[in-house]
């Protein structure tokens, strides 16, 4: 008895979602992460210890067999605990991006410990091959990458979608890159014209069309997820975040809070630090 099954599947072209890099880590007395982004998705996939990510300014506790799937330009970072040091394997990928239950929302975490054992062999496979760098490394790395992606779509609530290839501008992504490193000093589209060697009515058009929002509401919102963290993770006083953000004023921080988030920076710390989310199951 022959049996045949026929594949008319459509999938992306190969060089369009591709693995960047891969690593794994694990949490020493040295380690000292801050709150920052990428241009490609990252997946971070917990093989031991505990700890917390920070994701625009909102904790989550991580635990074996979380995996954390950030997508590009969202801020984030990560503490472990002393006593359980936390351990995990990341992976960045180019050209795709990750689409969630929650509207808009730039990252998700799942539970995954009933797909443990595939998850690892296959991380663990993509670690080996890249470590080796034996001919044709890349494309065993492609296909297990392909393979990988496939199966936590399958199982997870969630869907990817192809996304644009990074702003060719150079003058734009050097001034994101100049806020990103300076949000909290005084910056001004004079500022940033000047040190991109371009006209600021230029720039600002330019980058309202990369990034679908001018230079200054950029500023503006790399602070308050900036301060989000700070709400969430101190005690320190508004005038105390306001000055470490770079505002002018508590007021205004406050107005540029509730302008962005729609409650004041006092509400937002009431509703976000005490209890922490947690993350879905599979």
Known sequence: MNTRYDLNMEVPPREV???????????????????????????????SGRG?????????????????IVNPRVQ????SYQTYPLEYI??????????????????????CGMMREELLFLMRMLLREIDSRADGCEMVCQDILEVLLVK??????????????????????????????NFSENITLDKLAEITHVNK????????REYNTSPINYLLNRRITESKALLT??????????????FSSPAYFSQSFRRFTGQSPLEYRRKNQPGKSKPQTL
């Open 233 to 246: 993770s101190t005690d320190f006083s508004l005038t105390q975040i306001s000055e470490q953000m770079g």
């Open 52 to 68: 917390q990510f920070n994701i625009e300014g909102k904790l989550f506790d991580v635990a074996p067999d979380d995996l954390i």
């Open 76 to 79: 984030h970072t990560e503490l």
């Open 17 to 47: 979602v591709r693995l960047l890099y891969i690593s794994k880590s694990r949490f020493g007395g040295d380690w000292r992460s801050v709150p920052h982004t990428h241009a490609c998705t990252e997946m971070f996939y917990c093989v």
């Open 90 to 111: 990341v992976l960045g990928i180019d050209g795709a991006e990750f689409l969630f239950n929650e509207k808009d929302l730039g990252y998700t975490m799942l539970s």
């Open 201 to 208: 009515y230029y720039l600002s058009h330019t980058f309202q």
């Open 152 to 181: 936590i779509v399958r199982e997870a609530a969630v869907s990817m979608r192809i996304v644009q290839p990074p702003s060719k501008s150079k003058e734009c992504a050097a001034a994101k890159r100049y806020i990103d490193e």
